[in-house]
């Protein structure tokens, strides 16, 4: 785990040469090159103010995100997931001048609007040919292993890895040489109390309801409340940690790659925990993790 606040970069990992713009092709349309003008940061900012204003966020160690050449961001899925996300992609935007690259639910890539507004900022569906193509071509890429899952908590799973089986991440990052950046996450969690998670017998309709949409049921959502009896979360602020990028060379050559990658998954596993462990550490310092002690202080 590395905070240093000198900036240095990260040496860009031999063996990752980008292919020919005009070789990857994304699915779904998806455009190869995002570029965001000031009026699509304009509407970033505007969409994002208010929970940026409600919860406060900290980063820590961004300088750790090369500047350039492929690199895989792997972080941690809170409660229902995407909440706390968006903030990260301007921040590492504004910091490291990298657009991040997200990979969508394919519920949401199937929307039209919603496909488009995704794709306009740099979000393509989550397979593994889209991930690999912008790796390949030198972006930088966000994954949560954990997935749905990770994100549909039942109770007593407060920020839990869910990655049991789930070496993908690192057999890209091995084939496309791109380095592994660990990314935590905390906050959401904090935020809500879970009243029925998708497990109880009363959520069993919305289980039925779920599976009907061709969704696996152990999707189902709970049921949360959050500021009072309200679906508002309460102002806990949100941390960010970037790790020490993971250079994936010394797996590149293995004989069986499925075993390297689940040495490679456990070595990030690992890395992603320390930088759990140094957010709980910093939030518990720090008078301002409620929205009472950042205005009283």
Request: aromatic share 6%; hydrophobic share 40%.
């Amino acid at each position: 785990m590395s905070h240093d606040r000198s900036g240095g970069g990260v040496a860009r990992v031999q063996g990752s040469e980008a292919l020919p713009r005009d070789e990857a092709v994304l699915s779904d349309g998806a455009p190869l090159e995002v570029s965001l003008r000031g009026s699509d940061l304009r509407v970033i900012e505007a969409l994002l103010a208010p929970l940026r204003a409600w919860t406060s966020p900290r980063f820590y160690g961004l300088e750790n995100i090369p500047t350039e050449g492929p690199v895989l961001l792997v972080g941690n899925h809170n409660l229902m997931g995407g909440i706390d996300a968006p903030l990260l992609l301007p921040e590492v935007l504004r910091r490291r001048g990298r657009l991040i690259r997200g990979l969508a639910e394919n519920v949401l890539i199937a929307v039209p609007g919603v496909r488009h507004f995704l794709h306009r900022y740099g979000a393509v569906r989550g397979t593994r040919a889209n991930c690999l193509a912008l790796l390949k071509r030198g972006d930088a890429v966000i994954v949560f292993p954990g997935g749905g899952r990770e994100a549909v908590r039942r109770k007593n799973e407060k920020y839990v890895l869910k990655w049991e089986g789930r070496t993908g991440f690192a057999r890209m990052a091995i084939e496309a040489g791109a380095p592994i950046v660990p990314v935590a996450m905390i906050g959401v969690d904090d935020a809500y109390d879970i009243v029925l998670d998708g497990d109880h017998p009363l959520l069993r309709p919305l289980r039925w309801t779920v599976e009907a949409l061709g969704v696996h049921p152990d999707l189902t959502p709970p049921l949360l409340r959050g500021l009072g009896p309200t679906v508002l979360p309460r102002p806990e602020r949100f941390y960010f940690s970037a790790g020490t990028p993971i250079d994936p060379a010394p797996w590149r050559d293995a004989a069986d790659l499925t075993t390297a990658a689940k040495e490679l998954r456990d070595v990030v596993r690992k890395a992603l925990e320390e930088e759990l462990t140094f957010l709980f550490t910093e939030r518990e310092h720090d008078s301002g993790r409620t929205l009472f002690g950042r205005v009283r202080g």
